[in-house]
């Protein structure tokens, strides 16, 4: 969703529920912890934080109720004068704010990103992806096998959405496209797919192929090779 978007509901909710007169203000951050969504932070500077990398990839339900739980953490903190955490007064006032009473969102329903190395051969096209590189250590592709010199593959270090993000969007398109119905011959694969299968081949090349088969049996014709 856009971030203009969770700016606007997020301060629209303070003032309905009268926080902002108490001096509470939101904030989307770039810089909160690693698996943090969302935060609430008491004191002097009265903040609810989110996430920008969360209100990027994921929805509007999501977002909204992950705003609602860290303003439920609000109203405790200003009603009883410290945080009750997760506990009874906590779940009490996400009644109030529409929260669901859940410590945490369920990871497989969170869409992420991965910082990982990539490179490109430049001779076969193929493409890679490592979590990590030993530093100093020299990569080629098997198709420069008994050639001489070797093509040294070039890794570059990126943040893309991980591969399981990919992989779902991709079949939930699929599917749309089959609930609805066969693509005709002239009509091009949705651009929302030829971006994700994009990331797919390097994630899953393999994957990416089978994919492609299934468009073209819909009716695909056209677009990028996978």
């Known amino acids: 969703m856009l971030r203009a978007r969770a700016i606007e509901y997020a301060n629209q909710r303070l003032t ?18 690693k698996g943090i969504l969302g935060q609430c932070r008491f004191g002097v500077n009265k903040q609810i934080l989110l996430a920008g990398w969360y209100a990027d990839l994921n929805n509007e339900e999501l977002v ?7 303003l439920a953490h609000a109203i405790v903190g200003y009603r009883e004068d ?7 007064k906590w779940i009490e006032a996400c009644s109030i704010t529409g929260a669901k009473p859940q410590r945490s969102k ?13 490179a490109v051969c430049h001779k076969c096209a193929s493409r890679f992806m490592k979590k990590r590189i030993t530093k ?17 593959l070039c890794f570059s270090k990126s943040t893309r959405l991980s591969p399981a993000v990919v992989k779902a969007g991709v079949d939930g398109e699929l599917e749309l496209i089959r609930s609805n119905q ?3 011959s002239n009509m091009v694969v949705p651009a929302k797919i030829e971006s994700l299968l994009s990331e797919l ?26």
Not at 23 to 28: A, K, P, Q
Not at 136 to 151: D, E, L, M, S, V
Request: aromatic share 8%.
């Open 182 to 184: 066969r693509m005709t």
């Open 16 to 33: 309905d529920l009268g926080l902002t007169d108490l001096g509470w203000s939101f904030t989307m951050s770039d810089s909160l912890g």
């Open 82 to 88: 410290e945080d009750d955490g997760h506990g009874p």
């Open 106 to 118: 369920q990871a497989d329903r969170i869409n992420e990103t991965v910082t990982a190395y990539f």
């Open 64 to 70: 909204f109720d992950t705003i609602n739980h860290e």
């Open 201 to 226: 081949r390097v994630a899953d090349p393999k994957r990416a192929k089978s994919i492609r088969a299934q468009l073209r049996k819909l009716g695909h014709r056209g677009g990028m090779n996978a």
């Open 136 to 152: 100093g250590a020299k990569y080629f592709c098997q198709c420069t096998r008994g050639h001489k010199p070797r093509i040294e």
